[in-house]
């Protein structure tokens, strides 16, 4: 991110792979909470359940507020859009630190 202070492309792309981020803290979530097995009866392939699902099993766990779950639902319209952008984002410095803050609560908030 440092760098980013002085290449804001890099900034951005920062900020974008904060959803994978999140994605993959989602699924060690569920794995560590070991929410596959009571959603399936026997562990399943992390990378064969959607993302959506595993939000809404830790939803339903109580590790994700209530008034949370549209932020992090909406973390999947994100990630499929960073995943194939149609042009280049480029974010302000403001703008970026800004996602990588909430992004950082968000995950924190994961793992109390």
Request: aromatic residues 8%; charged residues 20%.
């Amino acid at each position: 991110m440092i760098y980013g202070m002085f290449f804001l492309p890099l900034a951005s792309l920062a900020a974008e792979q904060c959803c994978r981020v999140l994605e993959a803290a989602v699924r060690h979530r569920c794995k560590q909470l070991g929410l596959l097995k009571k959603k399936v009866g026997k562990a399943k392939a992390l990378p064969g359940i959607p993302f959506v699902e595993l939000i809404e099993l830790l939803q339903h766990d109580g590790k994700i507020p209530e008034g949370d779950l549209d932020a992090w639902k909406s973390m999947v319209f994100l990630r499929n859009r960073f995943s194939h952008p149609t042009s280049q984002t480029i974010l302000s410095l403001k703008d970026a630190a800004g996602v990588l803050t909430y992004h950082s609560e968000l995950l924190n908030q994961l793992f109390k």
